[in-house]
């Protein structure tokens, strides 16, 4: 980050990449802890990338070995196949530590061949959901002292775990799960004491929210088909009524008609009868 940094907005992860640098800064020696949490504090109050700037600009003193740069820049998106995600590169510092703290390796980052994590009273969240391999094959080495670790992997990744714990235990539910072609390799090793490290396999937020509107929309169309049969029953019946109506209306105009027939016919017998009388009363 340079002093002519843009006042633009600073994400969540952007504020974690600062931060990932002074844990290791705090783990090499070169902060104290009152520093370390005094710098901490500073970048969760960032709200541009000018605010961040300041915070690493003295790490790391001279005549030692520069730590991983930390960029904001947004790069774009892989295409989502595996073989786009292992880079082959170095990837993000090997060590990340929590010492009566947290840490956490999230979002867009590349997970190096090694990753070495330790907790004591702390805990510490690797996701691996949208990160890019440095290798075919990658290991999570954790160390958790009453403490522990949450490793969260993507759909279609193969895990191994072969970590030991004493009066604490490591996570098997994801061994043995089917991998996808092409897909890496998360070994999770190390040793808790009276600690944990959990492994879990979960989609990411976009595809969650991918198949929720999938879901929401399928609930729409289940709505919409549902209000289209009721209309069409409502049709059906009030297309039934009118034509019982109408059938109605035909059999009492068909019975008026007889009636009047009938009456028709009545009449004309009596004016035949009375002329009849006449007639014989004429003729006598």
């Keep these: 980050m340079t002093d002519d ?9 952007d504020r974690e990449r600062v931060a990932e640098v002074l844990r290791d800064a705090l783990a ?8 370390f949490e005094e710098r901490l504090e500073e970048t969760y109050k960032a709200r541009t990338y000018r605010e961040l700037a300041p915070i690493t600009r003295d790490l790391p003193g001279p005549d030692v070995a520069a730590p991983p740069v930390v960029s904001l820049r947004k790069d774009p998106v892989e295409s989502g196949s595996w073989a786009g995600r292992i880079t082959g590169s170095e990837g993000s510092p090997a060590w990340a530590v929590a010492i009566m703290s947290g840490f956490q390796r999230k979002g867009r980052w590349t997970m190096p061949k090694r990753l070495n994590c330790f907790t004591f009273w702390g805990g510490g969240e690797i996701d691996l959901r949208e990160a890019d391999f440095a290798d075919r094959e990658v290991e999570i080495n954790c160390v958790a002292i009453m403490g522990g670790v949450q490793v969260i992997v993507p759909p279609g990744v193969e895990v191994v775990v072969r970590g030991i714990g004493i009066m604490g235990g490591f996570d098997h539910r994801e061994e043995g799960v089917g991998a996808e072609p092409g897909a ?14 959990g492994v879990e396999r979960k989609v990411t937020r976009a595809e969650r929210q991918r198949l929720k509107e999938e879901r929401r929309q399928e609930k729409l169309d289940r709505k919409t088909a549902r ?12 297309d039934a009524h009118r034509r019982m109506l109408e059938g109605h209306r035909d059999l009492l105009r068909e019975r008026h008609e007889e009636r009047r027939e009938r009456h028709e016919e009545r009449r004309e017998r009596q004016r ?7 007639r014989r009363r004429g003729d006598w």
């Design 5 to 13: 940094a843009p006042e633009l907005r600073a994400s969540d992860a």
């Design 28 to 35: 090499e020696g070169r902060l104290d802890m009152e520093e």
């Design 184 to 197: 890496p390799r998360v070994i999770v090793s190390g040793f808790a004491f009276w600690g944990g490290v």
């Design 272 to 278: 035949e009868r009375r002329e009849e009388r006449r």
């Design 227 to 238: 209000k289209e049969l009721e209309s069409s029953f409502r049709d059906d019946i009030q």
